[in-house]
C-alpha cells in the first residue's frame, strides 16, 4: 500500500484567496492559511498512526 500524500494548494475563489487540502482524490478548502495547515498537520499524524497500527497488525501471529 503506496502512502497517500497530503498536500496544501493556494487556489484563489472568487477573487479571495483560498487553501485546498489535497489527499488523493479528496480536498477540503479553507479561507484561512493557518487552518488548512492545522488541518493538514493533524490529517497526516492520524494517517501515520493508522499505517502503524495496519504494520503492528499484520506483523502479530494469529490468535495472539
Do not use: C, S, Y
Not at 482524490?25 to 493557518?34: G, L
Not at 492520524?46 to 499484520?58: G, I, K, S, Y
Amino acid at each position: 500500500m503506496t502512502d497517500p500524500t497530503i498536500e496544501i494548494e493556494l487556489i484563489d475563489q472568487h477573487g479571495r484567496p483560498a487553501w485546498k487540502v489535497h489527499m488523493g482524490r479528496r480536498a477540503v478548502i479553507f479561507h484561512d492559511e493557518q487552518a488548512a495547515r492545522a488541518f493538514a498537520a493533524q490529517l497526516h499524524m492520524r494517517l501515520n498512526w493508522f499505517l502503524d497500527q495496519a504494520d503492528d497488525d499484520e506483523q502479530q501471529p494469529p490468535g495472539a
